[in-house]
């Protein structure tokens, strides 16, 4: 290797200080790291403990190759400190230190059958400031790239919840269990955690925690107005009793006019319902909020079975009236006398008018009254 002069080395001194200096200030900036410290802080796990693996050897292996670059450039400095004019000796040390691989970082046995006879029996691996510079550079994406997106989710994270968290804070409440899943997750393996299954996770934290204000929100309204709540509560069963005697009622007429199986028979719910309240002889909340939500399941129940009863009454209605469409147009169209049409209309009138009459039936006689006055008009044209 051709000896520098006495400027090319001045010159490249000055410009490994200065690179060293630039890897030095990063270096410092990349301990101080806010995903570095987190990683430091709570172990990673998962996804994120596979990434780190590699990723902690790297920060090691910086710190290694700065080392070295920092004592080749020192012994660089002391050999060109010798004289304020180096000598050919000195300028061809200084070469060999600034260009070449002047520093030994390894050193291991190689085994006797990955060599020859005569060959060497060791792996000596040098290192020089520029492959140190290079190697370094190489490394250093990865590492930021990986601190950046532990840094990055984990403050998504703390974002995303800061205002459901100070919505449960302002009201004393306890913390959702989510919350405190979420952010372990965060801790320990933030890189599982993509912006999706964040905000999927925090809305259904925002859910719950809706949920939970809005049943302290009402049980305290229920505390503050407790004589109104137990009016209005005794107007629900006022409500669920009438509710039930209708129910009834229905049932009983769809008993006898629809032929149907056993429709289902509902206890009336509120007699029981209603000494539940009587026993309220203290204001307490959360018993009366209770008591209001079995009073809505009950009122749902008793609404079901009055859909169920109806229902057979209303299709009973709609096939007469479909009978009675069809017989309106069989004589718009002449067919009213027909004595074919006029024995299917009495069938289908006849098992209508039965207590309580069969469904099935009617709908097929109602269906061969329609079919049949098809037929007639097409043979008319």
């Given at each position: ?8 080395i001045?010159r490249?001194l000055?410009?490994?200080a200065?690179?060293i ?5 990063t270096?410092v ?5 806010p995903?570095?410290?987190h990683?430091?802080l709570y172990?990673p ?6 990434r780190?693996a590699a990723?902690e ?8 190759e700065?080392?070295?670059?920092t004592?080749i ?10 004289r304020?004019?180096?000598?050919d000796?000195?300028r061809a ?14 050193r291991?046995?190689i085994?006797l059958?990955?060599?020859s006879?005569t060959?060497a ?21 990865a590492?930021?790239e990986f601190?950046?997106?532990v840094?990055?989710?984990?403050s ?5 919840l800061?205002q ?6 302002a009201?004393?409440?306890p913390e ?11 801790a320990?393996?933030?890189?599982s955690?993509?912006t999706?299954?964040?905000?999927a996770?925090v809305?259904?934290i925002?859910?719950?925690?809706d949920s ?5 929100a009402?049980?305290?309204e229920?505390?503050t ?7 209005k509560?005794s107007a629900a069963l ?12 229905v049932?009983q007429?769809a008993?006898?006019h629809?032929?149907?199986g056993p429709?289902?028979?509902?206890p ?9 309240l009587?026993a309220?002889?203290a204001a307490?909340p959360?018993a ?5 939500r079995?009073i ?7 609404g ?5 009863a ?5 299709r009973r209605?709609?096939l007469?009236?479909?009978l009675?469409v069809?017989q309106t147009k069989?004589?718009?169209l002449?067919l009213g ?8 209309g009495?069938?289908a009138s006849g098992?209508l008018s039965?207590r ?6 009617v ?5 061969d009254y329609?079919?049949m006055?098809?037929?007639k008009?097409e043979a008319?044209?």
């Amino acid at each position: 290797m051709t000896a520098l002069t006495t400027e090319a080395i001045d010159r490249e001194l000055a410009t490994r200080a200065d690179e060293i200096a630039a890897i030095s200030a990063t270096m410092v900036e990349l301990d101080s790291h806010p995903g570095l410290s987190h990683v430091r802080l709570y172990p990673p796990t998962g996804v994120t403990a596979l990434r780190w693996a590699a990723v902690e050897s790297s920060v090691a292996l910086l710190w290694e190759e700065l080392g070295r670059m920092t004592s080749i450039l020192d012994y660089a400095r002391e050999v060109r400190a010798r004289r304020s004019k180096p000598s050919d000796a000195d300028r061809a040390e200084l070469t060999h230190w600034l260009c070449a691989r002047p520093l030994e970082v390894s050193r291991h046995r190689i085994p006797l059958a990955k060599r020859s006879l005569t060959g060497a029996g060791e792996a000596v691996e040098h290192a020089g400031l520029a492959d140190t510079a290079d190697r370094m550079r190489a490394a250093y994406p990865a590492v930021a790239e990986f601190l950046d997106e532990v840094d990055r989710v984990n403050s998504l994270v703390v974002q995303r919840l800061a205002q459901v968290r100070d919505r449960v804070e302002a009201v004393g409440a306890p913390e959702p269990v989510g919350i405190a899943d979420l952010l372990a997750v965060a801790a320990t393996d933030p890189l599982s955690l993509t912006t999706d299954v964040i905000d999927a996770r925090v809305r259904a934290i925002t859910a719950e925690v809706d949920s939970q204000l809005a049943e302290w929100a009402a049980l305290a309204e229920l505390r503050t107005n407790w004589a109104a709540a137990v009016d209005k509560t005794s107007a629900a069963l006022d409500g669920l009793r009438d509710a039930a005697v209708r129910v009834e009622q229905v049932r009983q007429r769809a008993i006898a006019h629809v032929l149907s199986g056993p429709l289902p028979v509902q206890p009336n719910p509120e007699p029981g319902l209603r000494a539940e309240l009587a026993a309220l002889t203290a204001a307490d909340p959360a018993a009366l909020r209770a008591l209001q939500r079995r009073i809505t399941l009950a009122q749902h129940a008793v609404g079901e079975h009055e859909q169920l009863a109806q229902g057979l009454l209303d299709r009973r209605a709609e096939l007469a009236g479909r009978l009675e469409v069809y017989q309106t147009k069989a004589a718009r169209l002449g067919l009213g006398e027909d004595r074919d049409l006029l024995a299917a209309g009495r069938i289908a009138s006849g098992l209508l008018s039965r207590r309580p009459c069969d469904l099935r039936e009617v709908t097929r006689a109602i269906a061969d009254y329609q079919q049949m006055l098809v037929q007639k008009r097409e043979a008319t044209r």
